[in-house]
Every structure is written in C-alpha cells, then in structure tokens.
C-alpha cells in the first residue's frame, strides 16, 4: 500500500515539473517580444556568421540576424502553429463527434463513412498533397493539417459519446429530466475532456514534425520566418563552416516534441484511456 | 476476409472521389491558371487566341462537373495526362521514380527490422534491466528527433567529415545506405516498444507455460512461440504507420536529392505541376490500400485462432 503511495507521489512530483517546463516553454513563446533584444528579421551584413558574444549569445546567422532571437521567435511560430492547427482541429472535429454520436442514425453513418475514408489514407500524404494543390506556404500547410487531423478528434468523441450514453446514470439523468444539452454537458463533457486532451497532447508532437519538415522542404513557413525548419535549411548552406547553427533549431525541435510526448504519455497514465485514445 | 477486402475497397474508392474532387476544384479555382503555367513554360508572349484555344483543348469551357466527369474518367484508367512542364506524361514519371522509392523503404525496413527486433526482444526478456531503460530512452528519443535533421547529421558526419558514403543521388548500394538509415531510425521507435510490451504480453499466456512444461528449449520457446503469438499487433501498427513511412520517404528523398517519387511530387508541388501531383495521390491510395490488405490476410496466417472462428462460423462472417 505503502509502495503504491510512494510510487503515486513520485509520479505527481514528475508531473508537476514537466507541466513547469512545459508552461515555462509556452510561456517564453508568447512573451518574447518582452526578453528580445535584436530585431529577428534585421539584416546586417557586416555581423554575419559571428561567434558567440555577449552582444549575440549564439551567434549570428548568414544574414547578420541574432540566432537567439530567432529561435525563440521560432518557438512562438513553431510551438504556435502546432497548437493552433490543433485547436482548430478540436473545434472542428468534437462537435461533428457528439452530434454523429449522440443522433446516431443516417448522420452517423455518412459521418462514419467519411472518417473511414479519411483514415484509411496515411495523413501525412495527405498533407502533404493538399498543401501542394493549394501551394506552398504555412497557412496551407495549416490548412491542410487541419483537414486531416479532425477526423480523429470526431471519432474519438463519437466513440466516447456512444459508450457513455448506454451507461446507466446517463439513463438516470434522463428518467429524471434532464434535456439532451444538460446531459451533454454534465455527464458527457468531463469524460470527452480527458481523451481529446490526450489525444491532443500526444498529437502536437507529431504536427511540429510535420510542420517542420515540410517547412524545411519548402513547403511549410517560407523565409525570412524563423520557424524552426525554415530556419535549419537557410543553415544548410553553411553547416560545414557553421555547424552549430544547424544544432540549434534541431535540439530545439527535440526538446519541445520530447517534452509534448512525455507529457501525452504522463497525461494518458492519469485519465487511464490508453484503450480509447489509440484504437 | 472477402468483405472485409470490399469494404476497404470501397473506403478507399470514397476517398479518391473526394480527395480528387476536392483537388479538381483547387486547380479550377486556383489563384494561378493552369492555361496561363502551361504557356508561361516557355517564356515566350502569349496571346489571347492561344489562351482560348488551349483552354478550348482542355476542355475548360465545359461547366465544372462535365469537366470534372472527364478528367476522371482518364484519370481511373491510370491517364493523368502530361506534366505542364515536361509534357512527358505522368505515369511514366511515377513508374521511373517508383523503383528507387521502392528501394529506399525495404532499405529502411531491413535497418528499422535490424535495430527494434533485438532491442525489443531483449527489452521484453530483461524488463527492468539496463537494455530496457536504453530501449526506452531510445524509442524516446527516436520519436522526437526530425528525420531530416538526423539526415543532415548523418551527411555532415559521413559524407562530409569522413568521406565514406556519397551524399547524394542514387548510384548503387552505397548511396542507398545513408537514406535508408536516417529513416530507418525515424520509423523505429514505435516498433521497439511496441515488440517489447507485445512480447512480455505473450511470455505471460498459459501456451508459453504449458511448451515449457514439456519441456521445448528456452530458445524455440521465444522465437516459435512467443514471437509469432506477438506479431500481430506489430503487424497492425505497420499498417497504420505506413503513411509515415510514405511520408519520410517523402523528407528523405528531398535531402538526399534522390530520385524517387517522393522528391518527384516536391519537385511538381513546388512547380505547381498539379497533374504529377495527382497521379501521386492516385498511384499512394493504390499502394496504400495493397498494403493495409496484405496486412489483413497475414492476421490469419499469424493467428490459427482467426481461422478457427472463421471456419466454425461459416466463411464469409
């Protein structure tokens, strides 16, 4: 019993740092225009390829521009563009998931037969194909993301509505009068929380390397913007003089998606929904 | 399984109507012309008259479902037409790309099949032990670090630094190492812990103990009998993450310059060459929906449960 106890706390303690550190990464992404010192975007040729200095403590880029600067405004981009595509696939995708799971009928089995179709095809591909046909560019690679990813989130909480509403409190609520929205909302609601959150968590890395690579392909944020991929293949070109500008963005890249998956597993351990997040 | 193949099928047929559709209108609608890129190929001036009769030859003054009607009807018998800047047409294209990509995945395969069976087995047989914490560390790790970026480590320290392998194009086995590595690592991750919680859930049924007690060697116990009772589950998530196999691809083939379809559909995005995009997307559905199929069939040949049920319960259920 004891054991058990200990073994719980140790978990909470971890827990309560990595959410610090996430909350600390979020939080000098959106405020960094408060600790910045260097304009992001400044070209001065004069300052190229510095080493590190008190003035630029990672040096510069090929164009002059201050390298810490830039990464942490890629942070804002990068980590940015990830949640955002995220939330949108959320807002999208969680109401499509309990009205085909709460109507059920005709609805859910158009529904379903669209998410089957979408699911049957890797995202990836289909990302990067959308992305093409609109052209190359972050708010279509957005776009594209979007497309995809909602799909999961409505069957996640279709699938979660319909085993909820069998259960026998839903019954209850209902014998005792509750309308369909009050049921949605009190019953419902807290279990959908847990699971898309997860789901959630565990996606965002996952888009980061998606929205990265394709950033550093081409297709993604195009330059002068310092999103983390774009920022590794304007390096390109230097890595065997300048071999730590092409470090930084990716040691970036690793720390953030590290941390949203270990936070995804943590997450998914609490809820205990490992089942429905991953079928 | 027969309705299980129709119905895949069948996803698969809904996906193309709606992707092409969805495509179709993109390049109707798009900011650029598509009549406008074609001509614009070959920097000459352009005059009315050959805008209208391109257009005319195109079939662009048709409304948009007659158009669209048309294209498709070509465009399910494999004829995606000519790319607007090569004019050579599409199929061909994909079918010269095609091999090399084929290359580069069974490549990555055999490296991700080199690393995950012996850390996931091992991992599976020394829970708890040093190799286990390694195997997570590594799997970790794996699922965080940019293919890319692990590729361009790799040329710089390879190619680059030691000059052993070449770092780009396709010229034989040893410009084939590098990219299938780098993908190799990227897709492996997921295999590793997935091998070692599939296999420490077979070690613990009542066959292992029961092969035991007749006393079969340690050795033929794991790899006849554990080994395979695992697969499944392995199998599955294969056949779920093929796309980011297909998608690294993708990643790969552009940093290694490498001749593939890959770097192919980058190149044509990039020249907004929508009909080699297409063909694309066509030509992955297909290859994706044989795949998810030979995932299913091989669920009976791995699991004599299945067949068990399907036998007893008639064949089509």
């Known amino acids: 019993m004891e054991l058990v106890i200990k073994k719980k706390s140790k978990r909470r303690w971890r827990m309560t740092v990595l959410f610090t550190v996430m909350a600390t990464v979020l939080a000098v992404a959106a405020y960094t225009f408060l600790i910045l010192k260097h304009d992001p975007a400044l070209v001065n040729l004069g300052e190229r390829l510095w080493p590190v200095s008190m003035e630029h403590p990672l040096g510069t880029d090929h164009l002059g521009r201050d390298v810490l600067t830039r990464l942490l405004l890629g942070a804002q981009l990068t980590v940015g563009y990830g949640l955002l595509s995220l939330f949108a696939a959320v807002i999208i995708g969680v109401p499509f998931g309990v009205i085909a799971g709460f109507k059920g009928g005709l609805i859910d089995r158009i529904f379903m037969r669209i998410a089957d179709a979408f699911l049957s095809f890797p995202d990836t591909i289909v990302a990067i194909v959308l992305s093409g046909l609109l052209g190359p560019g972050i708010e279509n690679l957005l776009l594209a993301i979007v497309l995809v990813k909602w799909v999961n989130y409505a069957r996640l909480v279709r699938s979660t509505v319909i085993t909820e509403r069998q259960k026998d409190y839903v019954t209850a609520a209902k014998i005792n009068g509750l309308s369909s929205f009050g049921i949605m909302r009190k019953h419902l609601f807290p279990h959908l929380i847990g699971n898309v959150l997860v789901l959630a968590s565990l996606d965002l890395g996952k888009i980061i390397l998606l929205i990265s690579s394709l950033s550093y392909i081409g297709l993604g944020a195009q330059p002068p913007a310092p999103e983390w991929g774009a920022m590794l293949n304007d390096a390109r070109p230097y890595f065997q003089s300048n071999m730590l500008l092409m470090i930084y963005p990716g040691l970036a890249i690793v720390f953030v998606v590290l941390l949203s998956n270990i936070l995804g597993d943590y997450l998914r351990d609490a809820f205990d929904v490992k089942k429905e997040v991953e079928s | 399984m027969f309705r299980i193949l129709v119905r895949r099928f069948i996803e698969v047929v809904i996906f193309v109507l709606v992707i092409t559709f969805i495509s179709f209108l993109f390049v109707r609608l798009a900011p650029g012309d598509p009549v406008l890129s074609i001509l614009q190929v070959d920097d000459v001036s352009i005059t009315n008259e050959q805008v209208n009769e391109l257009r005319e030859e195109l079939g662009f003054n048709e409304p948009l479902l007659v158009q669209y009607g048309d294209w498709f009807t070509d465009f399910i018998q494999l004829d995606f037409g000519n790319s607007y800047l090569t004019n050579q047409p599409v199929m061909e294209m994909i079918m010269s790309g095609l091999p090399a990509t084929i290359e580069l995945a069974v490549g990555a395969l055999l490296v991700m099949l080199g690393i995950a069976i012996p850390l996931g087995s091992l991992a599976a047989l020394y829970r708890g032990s040093w190799i286990d914490q390694i195997s997570r560390a590594v799997s970790l790790l794996g699922a965080a670090i940019p293919s890319f970026w692990l590729g361009l480590l790799l040329i710089d320290l390879f190619a680059v630094r030691w000059g052993a392998l070449p770092t780009m194009g396709r010229d034989g086995f ?100 929508y009909p080699v995009i297409q063909g694309y997307l066509l030509v992955m559905a297909i290859i994706v929906f044989m795949v998810n199929s030979a995932v299913d069939l091989s669920y009976r040949y791995l699991n004599p449960e299945l067949r068990l049920k399907e036998r007893k319960h008639g064949k089509w259920s």
């Not at chain 2, 897709?187 to 035991?212: E, G, K, N, P």
């Open chain 2, 174 to 273: 040893r410009s084939l190492i590098l990219p299938s590595v780098t993908l190799g690592l990227a897709i492996t991750s997921v295999y590793v812990r997935l091998l070692r919680s599939s296999l420490i859930d077979s070690l613990s049924h009542d066959f292992i103990r029961a092969a035991r007690s007749r006393g079969i060697s340690e050795m033929r116990i794991f790899f006849a009998h554990a080994f395979r009772y695992s697969l499944p589950p392995v199998i599955t998530v294969f056949g779920v993450s093929l796309g980011s196999l297909i998608g690294g691809v993708v990643v790969i083939e552009v940093i290694f310059a490498y001749p593939g379809i890959g770097k192919m559909v980058v190149d044509s995005i990039r020249s907004r060459d």
